[in-house]
């Protein structure tokens, strides 16, 4: 029994093994700094920070940790002279902010060869207010398959206006739509190929699949959402996970983790565990004034 049990692991071992050696990173990661392994302290590539609130409350939000802690970045552009890609915003709603079209504008007009990014919940997408944006790229978070459950992660009634922002960007193939989804074991572990399956059926290119970091002052409200912490660590679960959606869509993982996890053999990567637990996340990169 024992020898078949084994058999069975290193078979699934190599099938995990295959998989990620056939990855892409995502193609908001293309640029980071994490995808180069020679440099010991990466940082993310730029952003433009518009504000830190949001219409969201996310068990697992790493922004509201931040604001609880006061270590939330201030409005205005993170990053340096001739960066390749920019991001709004990696903290907050960004469309809540009145601003979003006129730092598109202008961060289209001061950085004419960097790929910009949309970073938002979508629930404040509208086909008006689509239509004067400019982006190359949007992401937009889900992470339920349904109303209820999408209202139980994000404490907001708003599954519906998600759905129909992934349904805008998805239909304009000027940009690369993505849905930006968080591994969440025990909580949302089997919505995540029915997430694909969606929104491949609304024309979205891409899911941008990462695990779950924990931070302390989230752990609470994640245990009481049913979260299974162990499984949130292994890098076992997330690609199984990964090569269930994959049957619907191009699914990729975080590029950072992913270069590290090329790296090891077929049974390093079937055991290994990504321990995800920090206090409060922290821009390494300096406020420059544009």
Known sequence: MGIEVERLENKEARELKKFVDELIA?????????LDLSIDNPVHHPSYELTPACNHDCIFCYSNVAVKL??????????????KAITISQYGEPLLSPRIVEVNKMLRKRFPEARLDLQTNGSLLTEELWQKLDFDLVMISLDAASREKHKMITNADTFDKVVNALKIVGSDKSVRSIVRTIFMPGINDDDIPKIAE?????????????????????????KRA????ERAESVREL???????KKYIDVRISGCLLVQLKR???????NVYKVSREVAPLVKRERKEV
């Open 239 to 245: 690609l199984k996970v990964a090569m269930e959606a």
């Open 198 to 222: 969606l929104v491949a059926s609304l024309g979205v290119d891409e899911m941008m699949l990462q695990p779950l970091t924990i931070h302390k002052l989230n752990e609470e409200r994640l």
């Open 226 to 229: 049913g979260l299974d912490f």
């Open 70 to 83: 006061g270590k939330a970045p201030k409005p205005g552009y993170y990053g340096w002279e001739s960066p």
């Open 26 to 34: 995502p193609t908001h990661c293309q640029f980071c700094q994490g």
């Open 264 to 270: 090891m053999d077929a049974l390093t990567l079937y």
